[in-house]
């Protein structure tokens, strides 16, 4: 597979001040409504994104940002856009693992900008991998590390939950009237205004967001890591950092949605029926798969476990199984058991965590909230 990458101009960059934190923040805003596709919070999503890549040095998790555009003049007019608030941006039309070895070294510590119409598996397969930042791929008898600050454009959403969850989705909507023309000079004085603005901003700032210790309350994992360093990049206005939880809350929930009706924590959702059954002091794996089965078929969903896969999921959860006579292998509800399918319970969310006021396990999980 071939890729075609487009490298920005990499003319050494003036610092120019700003005057704060701010009026630096609302100028990026007022550029980036340029787009009439960009609504006001994804807008404000992007100025976040864009401050944070100026210190990738300091981030634990993979900066990514994921839009979707189905308009392909609008993404083009997008990327032409934000690449203006990027030192260096690489573009590039396609993508796989054996191109991502090729890119320059220029473009690890820059953001690379992935154009691509079709959320492919190959797609996917690659953000996966870019997914884990440290980790290393060998390649032609070389260690490459692809961990790279992103921003993927694609004309329908991302599948793959591992990658949603760690992404910081953007929605590009179609206009009707005409878009803006906006000409490559004006984008070359934009771009060179900016970029000098943010190289000032991250020379100021470098000690403050190293030291920076904020926290997003209320968020779940990972949207609450997220969370931390698009706030962490905001060193001097509480009301910004106050902004970011306010702006993942909706993902947030969609990813507690999500995890709470996967089928790991459908799975769990059964043993915790089970357990909530007081003369019940054991359960078969297969009793776990016919209660999990129900839960699926109650909610409209066609999917169904057999014991060997339930057996698989218990056991990833640390609910080892054990040789129950000759009713086969399943689960003793000793205390601790019971306590730990409480708590797996709570950090999945399921749904019914709450559900019995008289079980000791759920009030103590309903006491850490």
């Known amino acids: 597979m071939e890729a075609q990458a487009k490298m920005a101009s990499a003319d050494p960059i003036e610092a120019i001040d700003f005057t704060s934190t701010r009026t630096l923040f609302d100028e990026i805003c007022d550029f980036l409504t340029l787009h009439p596709g960009?609504?006001?919070?994804?807008?404000?999503?992007?100025?976040?994104?864009?401050?944070?890549?100026?210190?990738?040095?300091?981030?634990?998790?993979?900066?990514?940002?994921?839009?979707v555009a189905p308009d392909p003049v609008g993404s083009t007019l997008f990327l032409r856009i934000f690449a203006c608030l990027c030192i260096n941006p690489v573009q590039i039309g396609e993508i796989s693992l054996d191109t991502l070895c090729t890119l320059p070294q220029s473009a690890l510590s820059s953001l690379l900008l992935i154009d691509q119409l079709a959320a492919t598996r190959e797609l996917e397969r690659v953000l996966q991998i870019m997914s884990r930042?440290?980790?290393?791929?060998?390649?032609?008898?070389?260690?490459?590390?692809v961990s790279i600050p992103t921003l993927v454009c694609t004309a329908e959403p991302l599948r793959d939950r591992w990658i949603l969850d760690q992404a910081l989705q953007i929605t590009l909507t179609p206009t009707r009237g005409p878009l803006p023309k906006v000409d490559?000079?004006?984008?070359?004085?934009?771009?060179?205004?900016?970029?000098?603005?943010?190289?000032?901003?991250?020379?100021?700032?470098?000690?403050?967001?190293?030291?920076?210790?904020?926290?997003?309350?209320?968020l779940g994992s990972p949207m609450r890591e997220i969370a931390n360093m698009l706030g962490?990049?905001?060193?001097?206005?509480?009301?910004?950092?106050?902004?970011?939880?306010?702006?993942?809350q909706s993902q947030d929930q969609d990813v507690r949605t999500r995890r709470t009706d996967s089928v790991h924590a459908v799975v769990i959702e059964a043993a915790l029926f089970l357990t909530h059954q007081i003369k019940r002091s054991k359960a078969r794996v297969g009793e776990v798969a016919t209660i999990a089965n129900g839960i699926f078929k109650g909610r409209g969903d066609s999917i169904q476990l057999d014991p060997r896969e339930v057996g698989n999921h218990l056991r990833a959860s640390g609910l080892f199984s054990e040789r129950l006579g000759r009713a086969g292998r399943g689960i003793r509800f000793t205390s601790a058991i019971r306590r730990k399918i409480h708590e797996l319970a709570r950090a999945f969310d399921v749904r019914s965590i709450q559900g019995e006021a008289r079980c000791e396990f759920c009030l103590e999980c309903k006491a850490v909230k």
């Open 184 to 218: 490559p000079e004006t984008l070359s004085e934009f771009a060179r205004t900016f970029r000098g603005k943010l190289l000032r901003y991250r020379e100021v700032n470098l000690a403050k967001v190293r030291a920076s210790q904020f926290e997003a309350a209320g």
């Open 133 to 145: 930042p440290g980790s290393l791929i060998f390649r032609k008898g070389e260690f490459h590390d």
């Open 232 to 248: 962490r990049c905001i060193v001097d206005d509480p009301s910004l950092r106050r902004l970011v939880p306010m702006l993942l």
């Open 38 to 67: 960009l609504t006001s919070d994804s807008v404000q999503k992007l100025v976040y994104f864009a401050l944070a890549l100026q210190f990738p040095e300091f981030w634990d998790i993979w900066p990514f940002a994921s839009v």
